[in-house]
């Protein structure tokens, strides 16, 4: 009950304390090393973009940023952790979509991602694949809905924690397709997909980071993408839509998120860094060894992409448990 009514009492309070920050300290800024959460385990997508934006950071901030991999909850520990953190200016976290826009509304969490977060910048944006261990009798997506109807309960799916993207989406597509699957958490995308890899469960929609490297490897098999389009990194590779489920979208995020009543300075130099990152060749090569697509967006943009999640992925709970 402390942790909520802190939670709430905290936006005035971090407003306060930055109202209090002298403006030439503003100016002088960054006098320290920056920490950066990663809330997922080292190894996986957000873990890989978090190293990535940390090291440009520190060429363009001239400071140290550290590293912190906060795992645990898919995300919410380490989003947690970002949302209770001092608003100076020196703790921010690389977020993604489940433990910003889809935990909030699907389970109970400790902040309100709009009153207790930051937002400054998406850095970068990844569909989903949907990958299988080559055990699981289907060639295509078609073929793997096909199997879970005539097998219900028989197949498990991996992701990387209740309440992440990675969990949603394959709950979105039990739904759209009617099939039973049961769910296995791990503490991270990389994780999950390692789970399916050694036959623990036999698929996942996981991060295109995760994912290549192991159908290139020949130990998963790619079915589908969970884009509009497909892929350039993988364009062999069909869309769930393709597969007959019209519209079906689930895209990945990471974005740079800081506690609630951060400085408008402070808010407005670093989100103008991170637009020059989304611009640099080494970062854009940088990101597709990864699969991904460098995203730059105004703090006003992230803001309202989040509410706009957040009121999709409340109809996509209330869709799931009416089923």
Same mark, same amino acid.
């Given at each position: *009950?402390?942790?909520?009514?802190?939670?709430?009492? $905290?936006?005035?309070?971090?407003?306060?304390?930055?109202?209090?920050?002298?403006?030439?300290?503003?100016?002088? $800024?960054?006098?320290?090393?920056?920490?950066?959460?990663?809330?997922?385990?080292?190894?996986?997508?957000?873990?890989? @973009?978090?190293?990535?934006?940390?090291?440009?950071?520190?060429?363009?901030?001239?400071?140290?940023?550290?590293?912190?991999?906060?795992?645990?909850?898919?995300? #919410?520990?380490?989003?947690?952790?970002?949302?209770?953190?001092?608003?100076?200016?020196?703790?921010?976290?690389?977020?993604?979509?489940?433990?910003?826009?889809?935990?909030? /509304?699907?389970?109970?969490?400790?902040?309100?991602?709009?009153?207790?977060?930051?937002?400054?910048?998406?850095?970068?944006?990844?569909?989903? *694949? @949907?990958? @299988?261990?080559?055990?699981?009798?289907?060639?295509?997506?078609?073929?793997?809905?096909?199997?879970?109807? +005539?097998?219900?309960?028989?197949?498990?799916?991996?992701?990387?924690?209740?309440?992440?993207?990675?969990?949603?989406?394959?709950?979105?597509?039990?739904?759209?397709?009617?099939?039973?699957?049961?769910?296995?958490?791990?503490?991270?995308?990389?994780?999950?997909?390692?789970?399916? /890899?050694?036959?623990?469960?036999?698929?996942?929609?996981?991060?295109?980071?995760?994912?290549?490297?192991? /159908?290139?490897?020949?130990?998963?098999?790619?079915?589908?993408?969970?884009?509009?389009?497909?892929?350039?990194?993988?364009?062999?590779?069909?869309?769930?839509?393709?597969?007959?489920?019209?519209?079906?979208?689930?895209?990945? $995020?990471?974005?740079?998120?800081?506690?609630?009543?951060?400085?408008?300075?402070?808010?407005?130099?670093?989100?103008?860094?991170?637009?020059?990152? +989304?611009?640099?060749?080494? /970062? #854009?090569?940088?990101?597709?060894?990864?699969?991904? @697509?460098?995203?730059?967006?105004?703090?006003?943009?992230?803001? +309202?992409?989040?509410?706009?999640?957040?009121?999709? $992925?409340?109809?996509?709970?209330?869709?799931?448990?009416?089923?």
């Amino acid at each position: *009950m402390r942790h909520r009514t802190f939670a709430r009492l $905290w936006p005035a309070l971090a407003a306060l304390l930055a109202a209090t920050i002298p403006a030439a300290a503003q100016d002088r $800024w960054p006098e320290r090393p920056l920490r950066l959460i990663v809330p997922y385990a080292p190894g996986g997508y957000t873990d890989a @973009v978090g190293r990535l934006t940390g090291r440009y950071l520190e060429r363009a901030l001239g400071q140290s940023v550290v590293v912190e991999n906060r795992a645990g909850a898919g995300g #919410i520990v380490g989003t947690e952790a970002t949302a209770r953190a001092a608003p100076d200016g020196y703790t921010f976290c690389m977020c993604s979509v489940g433990a910003v826009s889809i935990a909030p /509304v699907a389970d109970r969490v400790n902040y309100d991602p709009v009153a207790d977060l930051g937002p400054i910048s998406l850095v970068s944006a990844i569909p989903q *694949m @949907v990958i @299988v261990n080559p055990a699981v009798p289907a060639q295509t997506l078609a073929e793997l809905i096909a199997f879970a109807r +005539a097998n219900p309960d028989r197949l498990n799916y991996a992701s990387s924690g209740v309440g992440g993207l990675m969990h949603f989406s394959v709950e979105l597509f039990l739904a759209r397709t009617g099939v039973h699957m049961t769910h296995v958490p791990y503490r991270g995308g990389a994780p999950a997909t390692l789970a399916v /890899v050694t036959g623990e469960a036999q698929l996942t929609f996981t991060n295109m980071t995760d994912a290549l490297p192991q /159908v290139q490897a020949g130990t998963v098999r790619a079915l589908a993408v969970t884009a509009l389009e497909r892929s350039s990194f993988a364009p062999s590779v069909p869309t769930v839509i393709e597969a007959g489920l019209p519209g079906f979208s689930a895209e990945s $995020w990471n974005g740079m998120i800081g506690p609630a009543g951060l400085p408008e300075p402070i808010v407005r130099h670093l989100s103008g860094v991170l637009a020059e990152m +989304a611009r640099s060749p080494e /970062v #854009i090569a940088g990101m597709a060894a990864v699969g991904a @697509v460098p995203v730059a967006t105004t703090p006003e943009e992230f803001a +309202a992409r989040i509410r706009a999640e957040l009121e999709q $992925w409340r109809e996509t709970l209330r869709q799931i448990r009416s089923r």
